[in-house]
């Protein structure tokens, strides 16, 4: 994804509003996708995407160009869905618990989808703490949000090779973990 120009990014926050498009189309991509990873759902992640870039346009007077545009961007999406998620999780609770209560069986595929997804992130929280926190940070930077080997070594402040290294080094103590350990011992 090609980063936008600080000039634009200046123009937007001042009202310029071609700017300001021009911002939304380069990243809406980018935010809807880490939106979907999380929420896993179309439609809160579109709500999400909406959200973050109201945010952005009022915020984006406070960009002070520190760190990289799409650092801040991802840092605003990841705040806000975690905000979104937590106020979804409160009123899908209460839905649940009404309709299981009423016997509802339309409740009990959301319950068995909400306890597998619980055993996978817990079986992957397992394996990416088998790594060292460096080896964690390049996975998680790498297979979680989508950056580039360029992107990483510029946000762990590394050269490409110490990114490569890293990143290999994980895959084969992932591979190695995998193959010896069964997922339920994990």
Known sequence: MPEISQDVIRKASEGDVDAFEAVFRTYADYVFNIAL???RN????????????VTVYHKLGG????????TWIYRVTVNMTINY????SKYRGN?????????????????????DQEQREFYINKLLDALTPE????????????FTYEEIARELGLDINAVRSRLKRAREKLISLRKEVPAHEL
């Open 42 to 53: 179309h439609e809160d992640a579109q709500e999400i995407t909406q959200d973050v870039f």
């Open 135 to 146: 080896q964690r940070a390049c996975v998680k930077l790498r297979n979680i949000d989508g």
């Open 95 to 115: 839905v649940i618990e009404y309709d299981d209560a009423r016997g509802s069986p339309c409740a009990r595929p959301e319950a068995y989808r909400r306890v």
């Open 85 to 88: 998620l937590k106020k979804e």
């Open 63 to 70: 960009f002070k160009f520190e760190s990289g545009f799409k």
């Open 37 to 39: 990873r999380a929420a």
